[in-house]
């Protein structure tokens, strides 16, 4: 009786303990108080320090200086520092003449933008329609993956030897479904830096659901990816240089460099070619040549470090074991139907995708954001899945490069969808403007090529290793 006194009276203690202790926000970002002015103290002000950003225009992507035009200026002029997010997204932020008098709650900080942003109103209908649609599809394609697969493997694994020679289906191409593919180097560097980018955003948008983002704080989200993606240069070399072993490569170092240089490069200097525009236009959002040579020296001194030693832990690593071996002569791969070939199937695999993005809805909170983050990974991996599984009974066991290229081709989609939307959203006039729409398009088309095709073939290559491991092969 005593002991479970001595734990009630524990347990409240701890809970008024608890309750009585201050909080924290995990962002770094606190409410501020604000008093009316016969209230004022020093930790009470009565006035809001109000700020101007950069001016942007429909007719045109170059962002300028607030004082660029005739405004009111302040007479105290203040900068405050911007971090690496800022400073990328061309965000210049000063001080302004202009005072608040109205301590507006913290609560409703938000609200006078999404009244004024009628477009960013939630449409639960269309979430959870697109919800159900995409649960339906991913349980009918488990179902019918899962019966017919069932019963593959159980009449192969009744066959005799002898029989089996009159067979057909993916069982056939047994010892040539692990045959190392064409252009392996390339394939391997792409499914390295692809790793690089799905890490990356998955951790970003894990963070900025727990909150450690705020939308607040500016350029936090993207400050975030830059680092992420420095830092992880390690598993970048080593999905590369695994890879790239198993295929059968030799020539490690350039399997290396080009894991380090290739993609990072191509971006790069697109990225240069258009910061060079918005110099010679005097955009606000031109990056200084030192956060250029800082974003170098980030590239150089860590990231490509880095993957070399992603790389060296790679190639110390024994190559993938395969469930079946491979034969030394290639088996004749069958004529093949209209859509089993390489272009259609891989535009089917865009077909399925497409239709699970929410149509073409677009949400702004990260908790939504996540989930689309989710669906698409499970769609990209299902289609890309079913696919293979159709190529391989039609005995084409091509399949290194077509799991990569069905769930990529997805970016086509999305350079469609901004030509679309330049053309009939957009009133942007001036050749600079447009050259610079384009480019950051195919900057981000890039990334999201190599996002969803790695994502496309590693549940690929989880599929076929699973189906080959458990049939019978003498």
């Given at each position: 009786m005593e002991l479970r006194i001595h734990l009630s009276c524990l347990l409240v203690y701890s809970l008024v303990s608890f309750y009585s202790c201050s909080g924290f926000y995990l962002p770094g970002l606190a409410p501020v108080s604000f008093c009316e002015q016969e209230k004022v103290a020093e930790d009470c002000p009565d006035t809001i320090q109000l700020y101007v950003n950069r001016l942007d225009s429909v007719e045109s992507v170059?962002?300028?200086?607030y004082d660029m035009f005739d405004f009111c200026k302040d007479k105290d002029e203040s900068r405050p520092s911007e971090n690496l997010g800022q400073v990328l997204f061309g965000e210049r932020i000063e001080s302004s003449p202009y005072k608040e008098n109205n301590s507006i709650k913290w609560a409703s900080r938000w609200d006078y933008i999404l009244v004024s942003m009628p477009h960013t109103n939630i449409q639960w209908f269309s979430i959870m329609n697109s919800l159900v649609i995409v649960l339906f599809l991913s349980g009918m394609v488990a179902m019918i993956m899962l019966r017919t697969l069932h019963k593959d493997i159980a009449r192969y694994n009744q066959v005799d030897q002898e029989d089996a020679q009159e067979e057909s289906g993916w069982k056939q191409v047994h010892g040539d479904v692990f045959r190392p593919p064409r252009k392996g180097m390339l394939l391997s560097v792409f499914l390295g830096q692809g790793t690089q980018i799905f890490i990356m955003t998955f951790i970003t948008l894990c963070k900025s659901c727990l909150g450690f983002l705020s939308p607040a704080n500016r350029g936090a989200l993207m400050t975030c990816a830059v680092v992420l993606w420095v830092l992880l240069g390690t598993p970048a070399g080593y999905v590369s240089a695994r890879l790239y072993k198993t295929?059968?490569?030799?020539?490690?170092?350039?399997?290396?460099?080009?894991?380090?240089?290739?993609?990072?490069?191509?971006?790069?200097?697109?990225?240069?070619?258009?910061?060079?525009?918005?110099?010679?236009?005097g955009s606000s959002a031109a990056i200084p040549f030192g956060t250029l040579v800082a974003i170098l020296a980030m590239w150089f001194g860590i990231s490509v470090p880095l993957t070399f030693i992603g790389a060296y832990f790679g190639f110390k690593k024994p190559a993938i074991e395969q469930p079946v071996r491979t034969n030394q002569i290639p088996r004749q791969i069958p004529e093949q139907s209209f859509f089993?070939?390489?272009?259609?199937?891989?535009?089917?695999?865009?077909?399925?995708?497409?239709?699970?993005?929410?149509?073409?809805?677009?949400?702004?909170?990260?908790?939504?954001?996540?989930?689309?983050?989710?669906?698409?990974?499970?769609?990209?991996?299902?289609?890309t899945i079913l696919l293979c599984y159709f190529h391989l009974c039609a005995e084409d066991y091509h399949w290194w490069w077509r799991s990569f290229l069905t769930s990529g081709f997805t970016a086509v989609y999305l350079f469609i969808y901004a030509v679309h939307y330049f053309f009939s959203k957009l009133q942007i006039i001036g050749a600079a403007s447009t050259f610079l729409y384009f480019g950051y398009t195919m900057i981000m088309v890039l990334i999201f090529f190599l996002f969803t095709g790695t994502i496309g073939f590693f549940a690929c290559f989880w599929f076929v290793n699973k189906i080959y491991s458990v049939v019978k092969v003498d």
């Open positions: 170059l962002p300028y200086e295929f059968g490569g030799e020539k490690w170092k350039t399997n290396v460099l080009l894991t380090a240089l290739l993609c990072p490069g191509i971006v790069f200097a697109d990225f240069f070619l258009m910061n060079l525009i918005l110099w010679v236009e089993t070939k390489p272009i259609p199937g891989i535009v089917m695999g865009l077909f399925f995708i497409l239709n699970s993005i929410w149509s073409h809805q677009m949400y702004y909170m990260f908790g939504f954001l996540f989930l689309v983050f989710i669906i698409l990974l499970i769609t990209c991996s299902e289609a």
